[in-house]
Structures are given as C-alpha cells and as structure tokens.
C-alpha cells in the first residue's frame, strides 16, 4: 500500500474508470510524477496511483489529490458511455420464484437443498448452478434438471414476474442521457424477451445477451464480453455493470468493467462488496433517485 495515500488498493477495473489506461495516467495526473519519492517505492505505478482513490459507497475519498487532480479524475468518471443491466433479481423480481423452481426441478431427481442455499446460487446460469449443488451430474443430467427448471419456471411464475418500481424509468433515464442501454442476462433468449416486452424496453436498448449466446454463463465473462461486442466503439472503460448478485460483479470484473449492485436479489453486502462492487443500493428506484451523484452519473 502507498504509504502517504492510506488507502485501500482498488481493484484494477476501477483503475480503468478513474483513470483509463496506464499510458494516460501520467498526463491525466502529472503531479504524482514524483509523488512515490517518500514511500522507498520510486515513481508511482498504475496500483499505486490506484491507491490514491477509494470508491466506498458514494463517497469518493481523494486525501492525496490536488484540486486539478479531483477535477482530471472526476471528469474520467463523467464518461460512462454504456451500463449494463442484469435482469433477474435487478430489474425484475424473480429471484425467489427461481429458487422455487429450482427447489422443483432438483426434487424431480431426488435431491433437497435448503432454499437459502439455492438462492445463493441464483444469478448463475445451468452450466453453473448444477455442478456447484450436484458436482457429480453430468452434461446430460444437468441439462435435464436446467430444461426442467425452465420448464416449471415458464408453467408457474414467468407470467406473474414483476419489475421492480422505477426499472423502466432507471433505463429510459439513461437512454435519455445518450448512455447506451445493454441487457446482459443469464435467462433464456425466450425470458430476455419476455422481459424487454414486460419493462417496455425495446426501444431503449442497444443491445442484449443470454445464455443462448454464450458457452459459459455467469460468473464467466462470456455475456457481458459478448454484449461489449455488440456494441461498437463501447470498451470496459467506457461501461458499467449494474447487478444484483456477486456472480454479475465477478463476470464484470473478468472483463474489467467496474460494477455497482442493489440489494433487490437479497444477497448480503458482505458478498457483493466482496466480489468487488464499487457502491450498493437499495433496487433500482433508490438508484435512480441518486443517479446524478452514482457511479452511473459520472
């Protein structure tokens, strides 16, 4: 850790926010030039100046910063170009009926887990979420139990599911801001569908990804890599991820795009913060509501 800064080490993807590239930071904060000096270290690196900026929350902690610096990095963040939605659990509220169908779907082949053990798994697509419960399954079983979760998910709940408040309006907001609107989930092309239909998003969005378009889903990278791809000019500095479990702040953090979490998929601020999520929310309303002063605002 540098010494004069007394800050956390941020993780790398955030360095991409604040600062962009390595091979700009100097220019963009010419006075760490020299600032290593006393710590014994030389000449600031990139985890060093990392150091130097610690996102807790919304409060942006600079003790090291001159005033020109807080203005070069602030105008850094200001430059979110893209967010990307995940959909289960953030935008919409379905995480207890998956575990429901998952409770089914496991009881088909004999198997009982406790709800708040599926629930932690909730976020992950089929090829994870099985081998993590039953590692002995095989690629046939688990697509079985994964069509018959689909299945019994579709018949039972996929009908009833229902945004969360202010969801629509979070993404019309950031489409209004010129910020492109990207839905990256690990539900079915089918229920990605559905849901563009059930938040009234079509029009809003630049582009989508589900687990029908990748080979591995969440906390792999595949999607969210996959929906950077598909829209042109948007790189990981450009981008942020907005979720509701630690598997979308993994799968982000593997692409290097910074990620924010809301409490609406109720996984415990422990694990979100754990896996790496720069700020927390209630949902999407509370997000919303402080969306000029978010990561999503800068």
């Not at 990804?209 to 950077?228: G, H, N, Q």
């Amino acid at each position: 850790m540098f010494a004069k800064a007394g800050c956390s080490v941020v993780a790398d993807r955030w360095w991409h926010v604040c600062c962009g590239s390595f091979g700009r930071a100097t220019n963009a904060l010419p006075e760490f030039a020299d600032a290593g000096a006393d710590s014994g270290r030389g000449p600031l690196r990139r985890h060093h100046i990392a150091d130097v900026v610690r996102p807790l929350r919304l409060q942006w902690h600079y003790e090291v910063l001159t005033d020109s610096a807080r203005h070069q990095v602030r105008d850094r963040l200001m430059q979110i170009k893209a967010i990307l939605f995940d959909i289960d659990g953030t935008l919409v509220d379905t995480n207890d009926m998956h575990v429901l169908a998952w409770e089914e779907a496991f009881a088909v082949v004999g198997a009982a887990f406790d709800r708040r053990v599926i629930h932690d798994q909730i976020g992950k697509g089929t090829d994870m979420l099985v081998p993590t419960l039953l590692p002995d399954a095989d690629e046939d079983q688990q697509k079985e139990l994964g069509d018959t979760h689909a299945a019994i998910f579709k018949a039972k709940y996929l009908h009833v599911a229902k945004p969360f408040a202010q969801a629509g309006e979070l993404m019309a907001h950031a489409h209004g801001l010129g910020q492109r609107v990207i839905l990256a989930s690990s539900a079915s092309d089918a229920e990605l569908n559905h849901y563009i239909d059930l938040l009234d998003a079509r029009d809003l969005i630049a582009a989508t990804t589900s687990s029908d378009d990748v080979e591995r889903t969440k906390p792999a990278p595949d999607i969210f890599a996959t929906a950077l791809k598909r829209v042109p000019g948007i790189t990981p500095a450009d981008a942020i991820v907005v979720g509701d479990t630690p598997y979308d702040i993994e799968a982000a953090g593997k692409c290097g795009i910074a990620a924010l979490a809301v409490r609406s998929g109720k996984f415990k601020d422990a694990q979100l913060q754990s896996a790496g999520a720069i700020a927390i929310y209630d949902d999407v309303a509370a997000l919303l509501a402080s969306y000029a002063t978010s990561p999503l605002g800068h």
